[in-house]
């Protein structure tokens, strides 16, 4: 078959391989890892899943004044993932060691387990190394039967909420919405004033385009007495709710304000990173850099700036800079998506041996996530639709939509099913995507350029243009294959034709 590549044909080749394994086996999967830490004696059995070794990170801090002795590296990351605000990279993997070091020791801790868990959590999403998470896992469940819980589902324990939460925490992480909002509200409803039981509810809400019980969660949160510590994590928390609403000037201000209000480096760097993509998603290049490399300044092991720091590069020409400041961030970062970044950017250049080999790179580190638990759908299917299968793309991306019918899913389907030719189809979901009424406030270059695009091969001249204007107007560098193509199109449409009113 052929299938569309911007407006071009190419043969359709896949590179993602055969399809992962069925929802439902990776589900049986998952519960015999769960049955098997929670049968007999919680505790042991989760020890022996442990490192035989404390956890050792395999780069040293960096040296610089941000630098750190490893006992205040260690003390800042039990603050930080105790409270729900960013650590250090260093930090995490230092308590890590030291929190395995505590429950070999005394194995019926559960909070040292449920430290653990986080720990293993946040050291995941830093490093983008899913193989933390089923350890993660098996030690927040191994909090809550330490506790006595027998099961998740009838804890009424509020000791728990944190495991709880930590649990929905991970859930969203491998983006299992459902998972993440039956532990959020497991755990809100056992500690109501507890804000870190919060925001994983909100992202799950998100996840699963309840954007009426994300705003809903965001006002009870907002409404919450928090203190100064943790003021500035909730402001960052309702900048991305606002986003999402598309008040880009309102969740740029609560970022800001919340970067001034940060306590440690790693904690200020992550909001400036927020800051840095916001200027980014608005097409502000210069801005998006400063604020990007701010952050690197601040926590050399921001890899989501350097990333960022890549994309704005690249906007601004200088590729070669660009380049760099991807593989520095995917050196200890192996992100899938960053990878396709890379990999779009080198096509665009006409590099396509080197695109070649990141898009190889790409399949493997979806992999190691799927085996971390994490539906990588939404990215399989994104990724085949312009380079792959299309087809493939389209029956993956409507089994997602059944399971997170959020608007990111809407939109790759919408683009998916453009690209094998089904335009009608198409068009629905990309007006979902970019429809406030239906959740789709957010103002995304690349969901309107979609549509817009959609809408051309439909004839329907007047609003492709204006919504390939409009994508342009939003980010004019929102993609470094997709913003060329946006131009070319509107070339191709011409001009608006001088047709006489209609008569009265």
Do not use: C
């Not at 019926?108 to 720990?119: H, K, P, Q, Y």
């Not at 916001?278 to 300044?297: I, M, P, Q, S, T």
């Amino acid at each position: 078959m052929e299938i569309r590549q911007y407006g071009r044909s190419v043969p359709a080749t896949s590179q993602m391989g055969e399809p992962p394994p069925p929802r439902r086996q990776r589900r049986w999967l998952r519960r015999l890892l769960v049955t098997a830490v929670a049968g007999g004696t919680a505790a042991g059995a989760a020890l022996m899943l442990l490192p035989s070794e404390p956890h050792r990170r395999a780069a040293a801090p960096a040296a610089g004044p941000q630098a750190q002795p490893r006992a205040q590296a260690q003390a800042q990351a039990l603050t930080a993932v105790t409270s729900g605000v960013p650590a250090s990279l260093p930090g995490l993997a230092a308590l890590v060691g030291q929190q395995e070091s505590r429950v070999r020791a005394q194995p019926r801790d559960a909070r040292a387990w449920e430290v653990l868990g986080t720990a293993y959590l946040e050291l995941g999403r830093r490093s983008a190394d899913a193989a933390n998470y089923p350890k993660a896992e098996r030690a927040l469940r191994t909090s809550l039967e330490v506790r006595g819980t027998k099961t998740v589902e009838s804890t009424r324990n509020a000791e728990n909420a944190a495991a709880l939460g930590g649990l929905a925490a991970l859930a969203n992480a491998r983006r299992d919405f459902p998972s993440a909002k039956r532990y959020g509200e497991q755990a809100l409803k056992l500690a109501p004033k507890r804000w870190t039981a919060y925001p994983p509810l909100i992202d799950a809400y998100t996840g699963l385009g309840d954007y009426k019980a994300a705003r809903s969660t965001l006002d009870k949160l907002m409404g919450l007495r928090t203190g100064a510590a943790a003021r500035p994590a909730v402001m960052a928390r309702a900048s991305a709710v606002y986003r999402d609403r598309g008040w880009r000037e309102d969740a740029v201000a609560q970022l800001t304000d919340a970067a001034a209000a940060a306590r440690t480096p790693a904690e200020q760097a992550a909001y400036l990173t927020g800051v840095g993509q916001l200027a980014w998603e608005r097409g502000d290049r210069e801005d998006a850099l400063r604020h990007f490399e701010a952050a690197v300044r601040l926590d050399p092991d921001q890899r989501t700036a350097l990333a960022g720091r890549g994309r704005a590069l690249a906007a601004l020409g200088r590729t070669d800079e660009a380049i760099a400041a991807y593989r520095t961030a995917l050196a200890e970062q192996p992100d899938p998506e960053v990878t396709l970044e890379l990999g779009e950017l080198y096509e665009s250049l006409g590099q396509f041996p080197s695109a070649r080999e990141q898009y190889g790179l790409l399949r493997e580190r979806v992999q190691q996530a799927a085996a971390g638990g994490v539906d990588e759908e939404l990215l399989i299917g994104r990724f085949e639709a312009d380079h792959g299968d299309a087809e493939d793309a389209v029956v993956r991306l409507e089994e997602e939509r059944g399971r997170q019918p959020g608007v990111e899913v809407a939109d790759a389907l919408g683009w998916a099913l453009h690209r094998t030719g089904d335009d009608e189809g198409a068009l629905e979901y990309a007006e979902t995507a970019t429809d406030k009424t239906k959740g789709g406030g957010v103002r995304s270059a690349l969901y309107v350029f979609h549509r817009g695009m959609i809408e051309r091969e439909l004839g329907l001249d007047a609003p492709a243009r204006r919504h390939l204007e409009e994508a342009l107007r939003i980010n004019p560098y929102f993609s470094p294959l997709g913003a060329p193509a946006a131009r070319e199109a509107l070339q191709g449409l011409g001009d608006v034709p001088d047709e006489p009113l209609p008569a009265s």
